[in-house]
């Protein structure tokens, strides 16, 4: 099992990205995927999750509004549209996927893909 997320870079506040996280060895039907974030010196924080299941979407607070989250069950991926973008939003972000019953919680998650690397500056 493998996660791979994609997408990051650098963007002026106010500009968009497109995380992707695309899945090899399972398909990610009737898990949960989450993207988490984790800035230096911060802990890792749950910004989103879908579940496959139902198709039931989770946000953050902070981001509630700017991101999207989706699936294309072709390619297997599952993705993060975030748009109007904050310095605030600046982390390296983590795709993960699992059984969770609390989706903000790193601990509920079995398989983590690497992180992506996001800047927003001001």
């Known amino acids: 099992v493998q996660l791979q997320a994609s997408g990051g870079g650098l963007v002026q506040a106010g500009g968009s990205l497109n995380l992707s996280c695309a899945a090899s060895?399972?398909?990610?039907?009737?898990?949960?995927v989450a993207w988490f974030r984790q800035a230096p010196g911060k802990e890792r924080e749950g910004v989103s999750c879908i579940n496959l299941a139902h198709g039931s979407t989770y946000y953050a607070s902070s981001v509630k509004g700017r991101f999207t989250i989706s699936r294309d069950n072709v390619e297997n991926t599952v993705y993060l549209q975030m748009n109007s973008l904050k310095p605030e939003d600046t982390a390296s972000y983590y795709c993960?996927?699992?059984?969770?019953?609390?989706?903000?919680?790193?601990?509920?998650?079995?398989?983590w893909g690497q992180g992506t690397l996001v800047t927003v500056s001001s």
């Open positions: 060895g399972f398909t990610f039907a009737g898990y949960g």
């Open positions: 993960a996927t699992g059984t969770p019953l609390v989706w903000a919680d790193p601990s509920e998650y079995d398989y």
